[in-house]
């Protein structure tokens, strides 16, 4: 296990980490083939903070790559809807494009 992996799991455990940290656990996960346990970091971030914006392409890209196209649609649609809410026309434009790339 990488130490980056490492810090972030007692960061995390304590109770008191970020959001960022939160996130940086699930693509650390992810970069090292660990798709559950990213995709429950990505859930767990969600219930902790769904205004966390980058979480939504990330997580439905994964769930996607996972084979459960239905589940990233959801994903990519909440994302989509808080982009929209936050004014933020980049993170939409590519959450968008990542729904329409869904299978």
Known sequence: ???????LEKLVATGKADAFALYALAMEYRNADRAD??????????VANPEYLAMYLMAGQLVESM???????IWLEAGIALATKQGNAKAKSELVAALEACS
């Open 1 to 7: 296990m990488s130490k980056r992996v490492e810090m």
């Open 37 to 46: 346990d990213a995709l429950r970091t990505f859930e767990q971030l969600r």
């Open 67 to 73: 084979g459960n196209a239905a589940s990233a649609r």
